[in-house]
């Protein structure tokens, strides 16, 4: 028999109609579906920033699922037992140091970069960076914050720098965030590291740094350099207000005098949320110091690209060429090169090695710290779980914290499994960065506070729990803190009096 045309007809109206309807249904099902799993999300992820009421001294101390924590589990509740010691009462020690006094005042102005045009900002003593603050090691520092105008509250954290836990600056855990029409008054000493720090607020950090509230901070040493020749210096320190970059508050770039022959060291600060990626162009270089900590026996650099995370510093020591100057650039800051000395032009070169510290400079003679076991060890992913910045796939509140106690030696294993660069950076404290990926570091030791890490990359760290306190963990994109990628490290025994939340307004991370 014939085919039945017409019944062909029938089946393939059929199945259009049913692709249709599949079509016209199954399309907006999706989208609301989509549309309500970003909802959630978003809602989540409001909830983990903006807690009501959390206590970070011992927050979801119970459950330490996705963290090795090898021993000591015994008395963990001792963080929030009675007869605690309280964050508040670790202050500073007496001290018959030389005292340097500063004030800062946070208030609501419009600044004028040397583009021509006005910004909104938010500034220390009317400028974005605020003042560069110079101190010599050892001496007693004193700094009075004062909130003019701003509405959320402000604080001050010192980048770097092992202050008693009262004076760390963090907003619900150290302290309240300052008020307008308040006040609050840090006082720590200045570290026996000489070196590159710098300062931001730590209330809302991911808003306010990028509005403006940030500085350099700059620990001198007491006796003279040794090398035989006096050594010039200049700051350089690189923010994002709003959609600019600046370069000490500058569009334009940097220039450093410097006559041939002299030796300069440029202090590297980036305190935006991207990596940097430094060249040096025109003359050889040494990495002398990374996160105001020395290197030993640091070798000479040609044709390397040198890799700043946010919140790191380098410091360089150039020596100025006998003809022509050396600039210094960087990919992300196009218009904002450092030159130092002058003259011609030099040649930039392209595709240098990247600079690693796996193998710089020597190793020390009869190195104790090589030689330690540690009392703990715990395990850190940095990673994404859809929109949230995760630590062991969880995300700030909900990250138990790493607990410790006072005089014990701690390794960390950092493994960046996803979702950008990560510049794990760990108050209170400095950490010595062990190995990368397996390989451990066979030149000068690396000490740090801020380390970078990229997708895939996994590093021991070891430091001595030395600072009793309780201490913020947290990636320094602060974009990605504010996402989650924010925990603790906390002494067992300290309290605090201070609240994270919506009810305190102290919203450190946000």
């Known amino acids: 028999m014939p085919p039945n045309k017409n019944g062909k007809e029938v089946c393939f109206l059929t199945r259009r109609k049913k692709v249709k309807r599949l079509v016209y249904i199954g399309i907006p099902v999706a989208l609301a579906l989509l549309i309500g799993a970003a909802a959630i999300t978003y809602f989540s992820q409001m909830r983990l920033q903006k807690p009501v009421e959390m206590n970070m001294a011992h927050h979801t101390m119970g459950d330490m699922a996705g963290m090795e924590h090898m021993e000591h589990m015994a008395g963990m509740e001792g963080s929030s037992s009675e007869g605690g010691v309280s964050c508040d009462s670790l202050t500073a020690p007496e001290s018959t140091a030389p005292i340097r006094n500063f004030d800062l005042i946070a208030e609501q102005t419009t600044v004028k970069p040397d583009n021509g045009k006005t910004v909104k900002a938010w500034t220390f003593n009317g400028s974005s960076p605020g003042p560069e603050l110079r101190v010599t090691e050892g001496d007693k520092v004193v700094i009075t914050l004062h909130n003019k105008d701003i509405e959320d509250g402000v604080s001050i954290h010192w980048h770097g720098i092992a ?7 963090i907003a619900g855990v150290t302290q309240d965030a300052v008020a307008p029409g308040g006040q609050f008054t840090y006082t720590f000493i200045a570290p026996t590291t000489p070196g590159t720090y710098w300062y931001h607020s730590h209330q809302m950090s991911s808003i306010q740094v990028s509005k403006g509230l940030l500085g350099a901070l700059i620990v001198e040493a007491k006796a003279a350099s040794e090398s035989g020749s006096p050594i010039m210096e200049a700051t350089a320190l690189y923010q994002q207000l709003g959609s600019s970059i600046l370069l000490n508050g500058s569009t334009k770039g940097l220039a450093v005098p410097g006559k041939p022959g002299e030796q300069v060291r440029l202090r590297l600060i980036n305190a935006g949320n991207e990596t940097m990626e430094f060249n040096v162009d025109g003359a050889p270089f040494r990495v002398v110091a990374m996160d105001g900590h020395e290197l030993h026996e640091p070798g000479l650099l040609e044709r390397t690209i040198v890799p700043i995370g946010a ?13 022509g100057k ?19 032009e030099p040649q930039h070169s392209e595709n240098g090695e990247v600079f690693s510290f796996i193998d710089y400079g020597t190793p020390l003679p009869n190195d104790a710290d090589l030689q330690v076991q540690p009392d703990r060890h ?46 794990f950076h760990l108050h209170g404290h400095v950490f010595r960065v062990l190995s990368k990926n397996g390989i451990a570091l066979r030149g000068s030791p690396v000490y740090l506070d801020t380390l970078l890490t990229k997708k895939g990359e996994t590093y021991e760290i070891y430091l001595e729990a030395n600072n009793p306190g309780l201490w913020m963990v947290h990636c320094h994109n602060l974009k990605h803190a504010s996402m ?22 102290n919203l450190p991370d946000l």
Do not use: W
């Open 378 to 423: 715990f395990e850190l992913n940095l990673g994404q779980t859809l929109f949230v910045k995760s630590i062991n796939g969880k995300a700030f509140t909900d990250i138990p914290p790493m607990i410790v106690k006072e005089g014990e030696h701690v390794r960390i294993t950092v493994s960046n499994t996803g979702g950008g660069d990560h510049p």
């Open 163 to 169: 202050v008693p836990c009262s004076q760390d600056g």
């Open 326 to 344: 050396v600039i210094i650039s960087s990919p992300t800051a196009n218009s904002l090169p450092i030159a130092i000395g002058s003259g011609s």
């Open 484 to 505: 989650g990628m924010s925990m603790m490290l906390n002494y067992e025994g300290v309290t605090t009096p201070y609240r994270v939340g919506t009810r305190s307004g």
């Open 311 to 323: 919140g790191q510093r380098y410091d360089l020591l150039i020596q100025v060429p006998r003809t």
